[in-house]
RNA sequence: GUCCCGUUGGUCAAGUGGUCAAGACAUCGCCCUCUCACGGCGGGGUCGGGGGUUCAAUUCCCCCACGGGGUACCA
């Protein structure tokens, strides 16, 4: 037998056989209908939405059926591996809430289906790749660079497609001898697969394909015919043939990846079934897009994009909440509103499906995560907010950490300014805006960044602070406080309500608005912020009057 | 070049052989109001183009355009 002996010869060491395999990773033990899905990062050092959007679909699937959802790391691409990567894939999708069930963590494997880094994995390939040359369905081929390079010329030239298969792939058919001479010869090879797929149909005679994705509904692709690697020079597998192994072993039910898949599909397709294996479900999701400089849309770019790395999200201080509550209204649109529906409902609780996924890519939208934002922060109690900010100003804002010491109480008034009641502000959307949005309630970020309205000239505005720190009750009510605002505005010839202005203004230098413009910018140092009662009651009456003395 | 996927307002999108073509963000106007937010009300704005099929097409079919992706011993 040529290929039986040929197998021996190319895998030697290789004693099992893949039913063993199959024995020592049996069928997961999970109740009807649970999904077993993964992620499958390579570990390049960069992780980026894109991969946050497609874990959290994976997350979210296997969770909602209590299936498994573990993490692989595909270290098949030595030249692409940068030491540490694997700590911060964990640790960024961990701080969005991404958990894993089984497989890499930052303290070994977790799980009876590993080794759970491909590189660990390379006799399981290999024994899928000996039983296919043993079959006669893959092959080892000795064709190097410079032979391959010349077929593709002599492709283009004649307008064929390019690529290893038919009549090009010339050592299709070695016998065992030749294949023992190139190998005595020192000839580095690879294997490939021996495709089923008939190259040279043209027209209606092309088989196709049909599989069912579970968010595009039924893919129809012509079959695939090229003898596409499966294990390199190397010994190391392709990604190709990585997934299908071990994919098939790990027993995942659920492939999501993304749309540039799309296009190998009948590659592996081919490999499930010259393997005689179930297929998982595919689920290609859409590439998130982003609009460029000339209006077009194209796909997210680390190089150019900062709002594509999960750092800028971490840097700006963005709640992780936030960025799921956002993810999940790209991801599935009947989310917005059911949370509006349910606004006080966690997010777990929605029900996610696949069905409801756009096959499009979607433009990334700032504005719309900000939105979003608001709202989640809304809900967060005082508490909670405090420490997040900590935490995040630790990391991120060291500078302000002198304004944590001992300042809980007060940090969490500040905190809690005009959220109570029915409508309550929203004026918190990540860390770094929100230690800029409450800067003027520190002396040490307090400064006056505003003018007094045009109307009013630096005398008038002494005489309004003087008669404000004249009447200032730090123990007046809200509308005592600003009776005594309108009235003392009155007599100094601003109209109590802009309305009166509005019809004589002739009467007036301006009006009450003037006037409690020019305390705010005392006060706040701006001519915009939430009530100046509340403020002042929040800094107590010495810095509130402290404040105002020194613009007199 | 070739193969694959896609295309509903500025953005995210629902949706169907006959709809006034939802909703959200953004934007504009008004109301509330001491500013800003919040909230409320309202406005503008969309089925990429061309052919079919049909009494009727945004919806079904074909062609084109545009966008994206693949075409590696990358994933």
Same mark, same amino acid.
């Given at each position: 037998?040529?290929?039986?002996?040929?197998?021996?010869?190319?895998?030697?060491?290789?004693?099992?056989?893949?039913?063993?395999?199959?024995?020592?990773?049996?069928?997961?033990?999970?109740?009807?209908?649970?999904?077993?899905?993964?992620?499958?990062?390579?570990?390049?050092?960069?992780?980026?939405?894109?991969?946050?959007?497609?874990?959290?679909?994976?997350?979210?699937?296997?969770?909602?059926?209590?299936?498994?959802?573990?993490?692989?790391?595909?270290?098949?691409?030595?030249?692409?591996?940068?030491?540490?990567?694997?700590?911060?894939?964990?640790?960024?999708?961990?701080?969005?809430?991404?958990?894993?069930?089984?497989?890499?963590?930052?303290?070994?494997?977790?799980?009876?289906? @590993?080794?759970?880094?491909?590189?660990?994995?390379?006799?399981?390939?290999?024994?899928?790749?000996?039983?296919?040359?043993?079959?006669?369905?893959?092959?080892?081929?000795?064709?190097?660079?410079?032979?391959?390079?010349?077929?593709?010329?002599?492709?283009?030239?004649?307008?064929?497609?390019?690529?290893?298969? @038919?009549?090009?792939?010339?050592?299709?058919?070695?016998?065992?001898?030749?294949?023992?001479?190139?190998?005595?010869?020192?000839?580095?090879?690879?294997?490939?697969?021996?495709?089923?797929?008939?190259?040279?149909?043209?027209?209606?005679?092309?088989?196709?394909?049909?599989?069912?994705?579970?968010?595009?509904?039924?893919?129809?692709?012509?079959?695939?015919?090229?003898?596409?690697?499966?294990?390199?020079?190397?010994?190391?597998?392709?990604?190709?043939?990585?997934?299908?192994?071990?994919?098939?072993?790990?027993? !995942?039910?659920?492939?999501?990846?993304?749309?540039?898949?799309?296009?190998?599909?009948?590659?592996?397709?081919?490999?499930?079934?010259?393997?005689?294996?179930?297929?998982?479900?595919?689920?290609?999701?859409?590439?998130?897009?982003?609009?460029?400089?000339?209006?077009?849309?194209?796909?997210?770019?680390?190089?150019?994009?900062?709002?594509?790395?999960?750092?800028?999200?971490?840097?700006?201080?963005?709640?992780?909440?936030?960025?799921?509550?956002?993810?999940?209204?790209?991801?599935?649109?009947?989310?917005?509103?059911?949370?509006?529906? $349910?606004?006080?409902?966690?997010?777990?609780?929605?029900?996610?499906?696949?069905?409801?996924?756009? $096959?499009?890519?979607?433009?990334?939208?700032? $504005?719309?995560?900000?939105?979003?934002?608001?709202?989640?922060?809304?809900?967060?109690?005082?508490?909670?907010?405090?420490?997040?900010?900590?935490?995040?100003? !630790?990391?991120?804002?060291?500078?302000?950490?002198?304004?944590?010491?001992?300042?809980?109480?007060?940090?969490?008034?500040?905190?809690?300014?005009?959220?109570?009641?029915?409508?309550?502000?929203?004026?918190?959307?990540?860390?770094?805006?929100?230690?800029?949005?409450?800067?003027?309630?520190?002396?040490?970020?307090?400064?006056?960044?505003?003018? $007094?309205?045009?109307?009013?000239?630096?005398?008038?505005?002494?005489?309004?602070?003087?008669?404000?720190?004249?009447?200032?009750?730090?123990?007046?009510?809200?509308?005592?406080?600003?009776?005594?605002?309108?009235?003392?505005?009155?007599?100094?010839?601003?109209?109590?309500?802009?309305?009166?202005?509005?019809?004589?203004?002739?009467?007036?230098?301006?009006?009450?608005?003037?006037?409690?413009?020019?305390?705010?910018?005392?006060?706040?140092?701006?001519?915009?912020?939430?009530?100046?009662?509340?403020?002042?009651?929040?800094?107590?009456?010495?810095?509130?009057?402290?404040?105002?003395?020194?613009?007199?």
């Amino acid at each position: 037998m040529n290929n039986k002996n040929s197998a021996e010869l190319l895998f030697p060491h290789i004693t099992k056989k893949i039913s063993d395999y199959d024995t020592i990773y049996p069928k997961r033990i999970l109740q009807e209908g649970a999904k077993v899905t993964r992620l499958g990062p390579s570990p390049t050092g960069f992780i980026h939405l894109g991969n946050l959007y497609g874990a959290f679909v994976d997350e979210r699937l296997a969770a909602q059926s209590d299936g498994v959802f573990f993490l692989r790391i595909e270290d098949t691409d030595d030249k692409r591996q940068v030491e540490g990567s694997v700590e911060v894939i964990i640790n960024s999708l961990n701080f969005f809430g991404i958990k894993f069930d089984e497989g890499v963590t930052i303290d070994g494997s977790v799980g009876d289906y @590993g080794p759970y880094y491909q590189s660990e994995r390379g006799s399981i390939y290999q024994c899928f790749a000996k039983e296919l040359v043993e079959r006669g369905l893959a092959y080892p081929c000795f064709l190097n660079e410079e032979e391959i390079s010349s077929i593709r010329e002599e492709q283009e030239k004649t307008k064929q497609n390019p690529g290893i298969y @038919g009549e090009w792939a010339k050592n299709r058919e070695l016998t065992y001898d030749e294949i023992l001479a190139n190998i005595d010869a020192g000839k580095p090879y690879v294997i490939r697969l021996k495709s089923q797929g008939n190259p040279n149909a043209v027209g209606d005679e092309v088989k196709t394909i049909s599989v069912e994705d579970g968010i595009r509904g039924i893919l129809v692709m012509p079959e695939n015919v090229q003898d596409i690697v499966i294990l390199k020079a190397t010994g190391i597998p392709t990604y190709h043939f990585a997934h299908v192994v071990d994919d098939h072993l790990m027993r !995942t039910t659920h492939v999501v990846r993304g749309a540039e898949w799309l296009s190998s599909l009948p590659v592996h397709v081919e490999l499930f079934n010259v393997l005689d294996l179930k297929m998982p479900v595919f689920c290609h999701t859409a590439q998130l897009m982003k609009l460029d400089e000339e209006g077009n849309k194209r796909k997210l770019s680390k190089r150019l994009d900062p709002e594509l790395s999960l750092e800028f999200y971490k840097n700006q201080g963005y709640h992780p909440r936030s960025v799921r509550e956002y993810l999940l209204t790209i991801l599935n649109s009947n989310f917005e509103e059911w949370r509006i529906a $349910n606004p006080d409902l966690p997010m777990e609780d929605f029900h996610f499906t696949l069905e409801k996924m756009s $096959n499009s890519g979607a433009l990334f939208d700032l $504005n719309k995560l900000n939105d979003i934002s608001k709202d989640v922060l809304a809900k967060i109690p005082a508490k909670e907010l405090y420490v997040w900010l900590k935490d995040w100003a !630790t990391e991120f804002h060291p500078e302000a950490n002198i304004l944590f010491e001992n300042n809980e109480d007060y940090f969490e008034k500040i905190l809690d300014l005009g959220r109570s009641g029915n409508n309550p502000r929203k004026d918190l959307i990540y860390a770094s805006q929100i230690f800029e949005f409450i800067s003027y309630f520190f002396d040490d970020t307090f400064k006056i960044e505003d003018k $007094n309205p045009e109307n009013i000239s630096d005398e008038d505005a002494k005489l309004i602070l003087n008669a404000y720190i004249a009447s200032y009750d730090h123990s007046d009510d809200q509308s005592a406080w600003f009776n005594k605002i309108r009235t003392f505005g009155l007599t100094l010839g601003y109209a109590a309500k802009p309305k009166e202005y509005k019809k004589n203004p002739e009467l007036y230098k301006g009006h009450v608005g003037d006037v409690s413009t020019v305390i705010r910018i005392a006060v706040m140092g701006r001519s915009q912020s939430p009530d100046v009662w509340e403020i002042q009651q929040i800094l107590g009456e010495e810095k509130t009057k402290n404040r105002i003395l020194k613009q007199l």
